[in-house]
């Protein structure tokens, strides 16, 4: 598969090195070069510096048709102009944003956009670690609207998977960012 990373974070380090050894073409951008000190040297996928919310930028790095495509920068702005160039422009087949903000990432998957929110994830994790009741939203939020750019998408990953291994039951990996992020 051909994979496309916007935000070399944590998150984004981690799925690049894991896609990669897995045998999958991996292109990771990232507006900072020291973003990409978080990429073994065993990576061999491509690590691009560039703004990932520039389709110019996105179809140099061979973003056009990519089988996967997440934006997973610390902004939630940033990640959805992303996940719209994709959908709408490039013709990725599954596109994620991480979006922060719960009801933004609701909002946004009524428009059409898979999102992933890791604030939701992470205070059902406590909720579920404590024995209360969490929100039951899903880890990925499948898109639920029509975009007006093109046809429905599915997510990348089911609700149920997503998961770190040894985390519990839907608290997934918190998703990243830029290299500003802590």
Do not use: W
């Not at 990373?5 to 900072?32: M, N």
């Not at 070069?33 to 061979?62: H, K, N, P």
């Amino acid at each position: 598969m051909k994979i496309v990373i916007v935000g070399c974070g944590r998150v984004g380090a981690a799925l690049a090195e894991g896609f990669d050894a897995s045998g999958h073409q991996v292109v990771i951008l990232d507006i900072s070069t020291r973003a990409f000190d978080r990429l073994s040297s065993a990576f061999r996928g491509s690590a691009i510096r560039g703004d990932g919310t520039d389709e110019d930028v996105l179809r140099r790095a061979g973003a056009d048709g990519a089988d996967v495509f997440l934006a997973f920068t610390e902004g939630d702005n940033r990640n959805v102009m992303a996940a719209q160039l994709a959908v709408e422009n490039l013709s990725a087949v599954k596109v994620i944003a991480k979006i922060n903000d719960p009801v933004r990432a609701a909002a946004y998957a009524d428009l059409g956009i898979a999102t992933i929110c890791r604030t939701s994830m992470l205070t059902d994790a406590v909720h579920e670690y404590l024995g209360l009741a969490g929100s039951g939203m899903p880890g990925v939020i499948a898109p639920t609207g029509g975009h007006h750019g093109g046809g429905e998408h599915e997510p990348a990953l089911p609700a149920a998977t997503g998961g770190l291994a040894g985390s519990p039951a839907g608290a997934g990996s918190p998703a990243g960012g830029s290299a500003a992020e802590a």
